[in-house]
Nanobody, 130 residues
């Protein structure tokens, strides 16, 4: 099984927090850019945050200052701490990997991020109520 597995989703009220986790087995992601994506019903999948080992994290403007991405290569895991959640954050959240650095997303519109990533998980649902 080399597909990453997301967890930590749930239902919270606006202003609340959630921490998502992405765990992988059977494959080492230490040399990959890891990223979180989300897709709301009827909308395109979009990039949320990306991080390469020892690199600068990149965030979509809509989540800057509220979300924090982190990774633990020793555990082959990645996390997304989401604070000050808003109803518009409601979506299915996915993790995925890009072979190489995260420079590929640095100047790329968030809706084009998915084109560069592979090894998608099945997602975890986040629902934020007002």
């Amino acid at each position: 099984q080399i597909q990453p597995v997301e967890s930590g989703g749930g239902s919270v009220q606006a202003g609340g927090s959630l921490r998502l986790s992405c765990a992988a087995s059977g494959y080492t992601y230490s040399n990959d850019c890891l990223a979180w994506f989300r897709q709301a019903p009827g909308k395109e999948r979009e990039g949320v945050a990306a991080l390469y080992t020892g690199g600068t994290p990149y965030y979509a403007d809509s989540v800057k200052g509220r979300f924090t991405i982190s990774r633990d290569n020793a555990e082959n895991t990645m996390s997304l701490q989401m604070n000050s959640l808003k109803p518009e954050d409601t979506a299915m959240y996915y993790c995925a990997a890009h072979r190489g650095s995260c420079e590929v997303v640095r100047y790329t519109d968030k809706v084009r991020w998915p084109l560069y990533f592979y090894r998608w998980g099945k997602g975890t649902q986040v629902t934020v109520s007002s």
